[in-house]
């Protein structure tokens, strides 16, 4: 298998639970333990409430488009090969201020759509790393 | 809640000074680029290095320790960095004339410098290191997937906009043909090729909803502002430009975090832009020109709208007609902006609206220009307004 040489997540920083989760095909995401809000990007402190517990839930990665980035000029030189490709900004089924960015797969651009219903679907990139992104559903 | 006291007219902008724009000619350290700006604002001020007392800058182009040292300041009084990305030097303005207002130093400094072409260029993915939390949250969630360069992250606003109010690009390139015409009457600008819709739209396509001609320029370059009371302004070299208004604006989520924005579109510049009406107590028809920060086309559409020029959405039809160029009802970016003159994270906004309330803007002159806009936008989404009078 080809080395990837695209950027990799640190698999062993405070998200380590997240990356653990997508490793094995769970979308996780933050939830606070007091309110029960769901929040994104994860960090220490409940907007809602105040409270620093929390958990990381699994959802069922169900989403709808909520806006999106077709690439044509790569970032860096190691998206090169991929371009074109999109971005997308998912609203989370279940939690619609939760919006996660990932890649979006199997769909040409032409067929983009706000608003088009989204299904996880994890990439395996590494033996360590999967990255969640998402395909029409 | 009212303030105790209005900082509306209590200061006024005495000296501009900025370097060459270039775009990797010759290679100078930020530091040497912002004492040229500097030394340059200061003695359009009539004064000496050693009558400035208080600096105001943002994370870029040095420190405040650069300026004691070289200008030899033996007691500097005040000193504040803003973090606002492209809104840090309007930002800092708002530092300099509450510290000037509350008596704590009289003649302040705001500079600003980098080196966008020959050091950090943002285009290719060589952002500014920040050292926030959520540039480290970024680098976990989203640079895998490339959302990382600043177009392809505001092409997530940019569609959506487009799809929520049915804005065209085209209506995007008569942003990118006023800067540039603009640009062409100044000499100081980088760009000065004239440019049509047309050529907007046959430029290179960096993501599905911007153009290169969409995106400011990569440029090296400093700027500086001296800013002291209106009482001291009024014995100076220049005619004193004074602050009337001035305000920040910061949407719930942090500007880096985009995609969780509840109101995907607030970018603070509704906030700001209020503010700093109240306290100069004017409002938009008063104005005579707007300087507004153009990291990227839309983000001046985007701002129209959001500071109230017309309802969110008709940005689009807004800047269509020639409204926007000078001869114009609302000339705006009348230096050619960040699009066309240089990028240094709107230093030169700054400088322009004195230029156009001095009547120093040469070629580009607004006649009569009593009243005028200057905004600032960071990273993707938080903003600084200030309102500048003769």
Known sequence: MAEYEKPLPDCNSDFKEYWEGARNHKLLVQQCSSCGTYRWYPRPVCGECGSFDHTWSEVKGNGKLFSYSTVYRPPMPEFKADVPFTVAIVELEGASNVRLVGRLLGCPPEAIRIGMPLKVSFEDVTPEVSLPSWKPA | MSPMCSLRDTCAIVGVGQTRFTRGETYRTPVDLSLEASAKAIADAGLKPHDIDGVVCSPLGGKTDDIITNFGLSDLKYHAISSMGGASNVAAMQSAIMAISAGLCSNVLLFFSWNGYSDMRVGGGKLPVSDSTFYHYRLQFEKPYGYWSPAIVMSAWVNRHMHLYGTKSRQLGEIAVACRKHACLNDDAVMRVPITIEDHQNSRAITNCLRLLDCSLETDGGGAVVITSAERAKSL???????????????????????????????????????????????????????????????????????????????????????????????????????????????????????????????????????????????????AAMILRR
């Open chain 2, 237 to 383: 070299k220049q005619r004193p430009v004074y602050i009337m208004g001035i305000g920040e604006g910061h949407p719930p989520l942090v500007a880096e975090q985009v995609p969780g924005r509840p109101d995907f579109l607030n970018m603070g510049a509704a906030s700001a832009g209020k503010r700093a009406f109240e306290m100069a107590g004017v409002t938009l028809k008063d104005l005579d020109f707007a300087e507004l920060y153009d990291g990227f086309s839309f983000v001046v559409l985007f701002q129209l709208e959001e500071l109230g020029f017309c309802p969110r959405g008709d940005g689009g039809p807004y800047v269509e007609g020639g409204r926007i160029q000078l001869g114009g009802e609302m000339p705006v970016n009348t230096h050619g902006g960040l699009l066309s003159q240089a990028h240094v994270w709107g230093i030169n906004h700054i400088v322009e609206g004195v230029k156009q309330l001095r009547g120093q803007a040469g070629k580009a002159q607004v006649k009569d220009a009593e009243i005028g806009l200057v905004t600032g936008f960071g990273a993707v989404g938080d903003c």
